[in-house]
Each structure stands twice: as structure tokens, then as C-alpha cells.
């Protein structure tokens, strides 16, 4: 009869359970890094999860980037350990010129950051009425940085807050013939009918770069 040795096997088990105990014992992130994209100190308006920032630390063997999803509403957030960061913005992702440099961050706890980027195209003086089944909508399209021309301007509406080109139930497209920038432009557009019967209708307007898959847009307000 053959014996069979239960001492590797006893070895074996005890570096599992050391293991696991290690595991168990791991200490998670605790810091956070909170911050907004923003131009001229004040929060742009994102497509949710369209655009994201990248943090990459050093000093350590894996060197691999951590992405963060920026909100609709230009504000990120990320839990991290203590530590000193890189960050940067992925090339022609966001509706602004290229930041090829990387932004230098220290998490020591909380920390607030504002990533001041420059828009191709930038939304305001942006106000929303509404009539029955119409919407009475004025808004200027401002040139920033005009090295691409703009293509369109389109208002969009949902029936959440989360209201972009990908996620809403109707919209209303403007040519870049039909806008003059620094202009006022006012329209009256209706409804769709899947949103009449609504109490508040969700409307965002949005502003897009040719060659550039993002918009820049206003805040998502109910109406």
C-alpha cells in the first residue's frame, strides 16, 4: 500500500490561510480627491461619463493609470491612498484644446482641485421658459478657441436630469449656418409628445466642435 505525506499538503493550507489573513487585513484608500473642470473659474457642463481624467502615481511596480469618470456637471471624484499623482486629460476627449502637460497633485487626506482647461466653444446667457407643449429657448454660442469650426448647436430634452446627445427623448438641431456666435439665439421648439404629459421636462443645450466627439454643454435644469 502506498503512504500518502499530509505534511505539504498541511503547508499548503497554513500559506493559504496566512494569505487570506493578509487580505483580510489589507487597509483601503481613505483619502479623497474631489475637483471640477471648469473654464474661467466656473464649471462646465459634460456629457455623464463621457469625459474622464487620468491619475497615474510612481513608485511602485505596477505603474498603471487610474481613470476618473468626470460627472455631467464638470465635478470628479476618486479615493485614493495618501500619495503624490499625475494627472491628465486623454487627448481629444473633452470639448477644449489639448493639455499635454500633467498636473502635479499631492492627496494628503481631502483635496480639492480645479482643472481650468479652454473650451473650442462656450454656452451662456442660456434661459428656458415654458408654454404649453413649447419650450422658448435663448442661448449664445461663444467663441473661445475657434481652430475648429463649430459644427452644431442642439437643445435637448429627457425626463431626468441625466439629459445629453446619447440619453434624451427629443431635440432640436441648429446648423452652425443658423448661429452666429456672440449672438443671441431664440427659438420656440414643441415638446415631444413622450414628455407633454410631464410635470418637468429636463433640458440641456449643448454645443458641438467638428472633429471633436464631445459636447460642451449648459447645466441639466428642469422645466
Not at 476618473?68 to 485614493?80: C, E, H, R, T
Not at 461663444?142 to 481652430?147: D, I, K, L
Not at 407633454?196 to 454643454?217: H, M, S
Request: with cysteine; charged share 20%; net charge neutral.
Amino acid at each position: 500500500m502506498k503512504l500518502i505525506s499530509f505534511k505539504p499538503i498541511l503547508i499548503l493550507l497554513l500559506g493559504l490561510l496566512a494569505a487570506s489573513c493578509e487580505f483580510d487585513n489589507f487597509e483601503a484608500p481613505k483619502s479623497t480627491l474631489s475637483g471640477r473642470i471648469v473654464y474661467n473659474g466656473e464649471t462646465l457642463g459634460l456629457r455623464s461619463t463621457g469625459v474622464q481624467v487620468e491619475l497615474w502615481q510612481r513608485g511602485y511596480d505596477l505603474f498603471q493609470k487610474i481613470p476618473v469618470y468626470v460627472d455631467q456637471d464638470g465635478s470628479f471624484s476618486a479615493v485614493l491612498f495618501d500619495g503624490d499623482y499625475k494627472m491628465t486629460l486623454i487627448r481629444g476627449n473633452g470639448p477644449w484644446l489639448d493639455k499635454t502637460d500633467s498636473i502635479d497633485v499631492q492627496v494628503r487626506g481631502s483635496k480639492m482641485l480645479d482643472v481650468e482647461v479652454s473650451p473650442y466653444y462656450h454656452i451662456t446667457n442660456s434661459s428656458v421658459s415654458r408654454s404649453g407643449n413649447n419650450l422658448n429657448v435663448t442661448f449664445t454660442v461663444n467663441g473661445v478657441n475657434t481652430s475648429r469650426a463649430l459644427e452644431f448647436a442642439a437643445i435637448y430634452m429627457g425626463r431626468t436630469i441625466i439629459t445629453d446627445a446619447v440619453r434624451n427623448e427629443g431635440r432640436h438641431l441648429l446648423t452652425a449656418q443658423n448661429i452666429t456666435l456672440g449672438t443671441p439665439v431664440t427659438v420656440q421648439i414643441p415638446i415631444p409628445a413622450s414628455l407633454a404629459g410631464r410635470q418637468e421636462v429636463f433640458v440641456r443645450i449643448g454645443a458641438k466642435t467638428v472633429g471633436v466627439p464631445e459636447l460642451i454643454y449648459t447645466q441639466s435644469e428642469a422645466y
